[in-house]
Nanobody, 124 residues
Framework: QVQLVESGGGLVQAGGSLRLSCAAS????????MGWFRQAPGKEREFVGG????????YYSESVKGRFTISRDNAKNTGYLQMNSLKAEDTAVYYC?????????????????WGQGTQVTVSS
């Protein structure tokens, strides 16, 4: 079992920045690929980006590419989502998820563990 806890969400003005953290406990975090998703009210869960277990590869959706950066510190069992140049349409609950070895980064069904989510609200 892997337990994931997100933190760092909040209210920010458009153009601002936030950094989300995803703290993992349980099994060795470094063995898991990690994804970030978000879900806005009335919408489906959307893939934001992901990072391989080693941190050597990252992937982003087109909607956040160039603005968001995903990283991880396996020694601290923590993943990060740095969000810059935030827009009102980035408002959502953000989730981190872990997979022993993900095949399709954007498919939520491929992830084994999920955090509870953290709210990000961007005011325009």
């Amino acid at each position: 079992q892997v337990q994931l806890v997100e933190s760092g969400g909040g209210l920010v003005q458009a153009g601002g920045s936030l950094r989300l953290s995803c703290a993992a406990s349980g099994r060795t975090f470094s063995g898991y690929d990690m994804g970030w998703f978000r879900q806005a009210p009335g919408k489906e869960r959307e893939f934001v980006g992901g990072i391989s277990w080693s941190g050597g590869s990252t992937y982003y959706s087109e909607s956040v590419k160039g603005r968001f950066t995903i990283s991880r510190d396996n020694a601290k069992n923590t993943g990060y989502l740095q969000m810059n140049s935030l827009k009102a349409e980035d408002t959502a609950v953000y989730y981190c998820a872990a997979s022993l070895r993900i095949r399709a980064w954007g498919n939520p069904l491929g992830y084994d563990y999920w955090g509870q989510g953290t709210q990000v609200t961007v005011s325009s």
